[in-house]
Nanobody
Framework: QLRLVESGGGSVQPGGSLRLSCTASGFTVDRFHIVWFRQAPGQERKFISCIDGNDSAGKDYSETVKDRFSLSRDNNKNTVYLQMNNLKSEDTGVYYC????????????????????????WGEGTPVTVSS
């Protein structure tokens, strides 16, 4: 079965850190663009970060997180990690990862719209709460 599973969410105080994982089964993450979204309570899903499904593993970040969050990929574990540092209350929400098979010349940054039907696989999300 082809799917993505997020993990690593939890509760943390402002300024703290968490590392989220997005693990694929049934396909290899290094051939898929992986995109992270966040859905805050009562709000729509918003783009957070993404990593290209190729050897160069180019990355893209939203302006709100680019100096605090970082992406990495472990091909052996078929997992993409979202390291989140200096967390703020506005980072609270459910974090989802989504995947799309790479094309010949595309990049993950073309798929930052969470309503795009071409994001083939979605995880069920992992909740993050940042509160003092």
């Amino acid at each position: 079965q082809l799917r993505l599973v997020e993990s690593g969410g939890g509760s943390v105080q402002p300024g703290g850190s968490l590392r989220l994982s997005c693990t694929a089964s049934g396909f290899t993450v290094d051939r898929f663009h992986i995109v992270w979204f966040r859905q805050a309570p009562g709000q729509e899903r918003k783009f957070i970060s993404c990593i290209d499904g190729n050897d160069s593993a180019g990355k893209d970040y939203s302006e709100t997180v680019k100096d605090r969050f970082s992406l990495s990929r472990d091909n052996n574990k078929n997992t993409v990690y979202l390291q989140m540092n200096n967390l703020k209350s506005e980072d609270t929400g459910v974090y989802y990862c989504a995947g799309r098979s790479r094309g010949l010349h595309d990049t993950c940054g073309q798929y930052i719209n969470p309503t795009y039907a071409g994001l083939t696989y979605w995880g069920e999300g992992t909740p993050v709460t940042v509160s003092s």
